[in-house]
């Protein structure tokens, strides 16, 4: 069992930095590809990035260029730095653990969900 918290988001002007993080219980963190996701409002749960834990990452065409996804296997924790942000960037992020492996980008791959944490830009 794997629980995870977010943490970071809050309300930025457009061009503006935010980074999340999620902690993680559990031994078993640095086995887990690692993901966050992002929904806006009416729309899908979408994969925002991935990184797996041999360190392979994988980002959305959307923030390529302007996210990072990082992982610290000491502390437990996956980060993303968002920097660039954008007003479509608005949406609830999630951050996920699913299996070893490849770097998952879709919902279903994800075993674990943590409760999600608030990202708004403003024009």
């Known amino acids: 069992q794997v629980q995870l918290v977010e943490s970071g988001g809050g309300l930025v002007q457009a061009g503006g930095s935010l980074r999340l993080s999620c902690a993680a219980s559990g031994r078993t963190f640095s086995t887990h590809t690692m993901g966050w996701f992002r929904q806006a409002p009416g729309k899908e749960r979408e994969s925002a990035a991935a990184?797996?834990?041999?360190?392979?990452?994988y980002y959305a065409d959307s923030v390529k260029g302007r996210f990072t996804i990082s992982r610290d296997n000491a502390k437990n924790t996956v980060y993303l730095q968002m920097n660039s942000l954008k007003p479509e960037d608005t949406a609830v992020y999630y951050c996920?653990?699913?299996?070893?492996?490849?770097?998952?980008?879709?919902?279903?791959?994800?075993?674990?969900w943590g409760q999600g944490t608030q990202v708004t830009v403003s024009s």
């Open positions: 996920a653990a699913g299996p070893r492996g490849l770097v998952y980008n879709a919902v279903r791959e994800y075993d674990y």
């Open positions: 990184i797996s834990w041999s360190g392979s990452t």
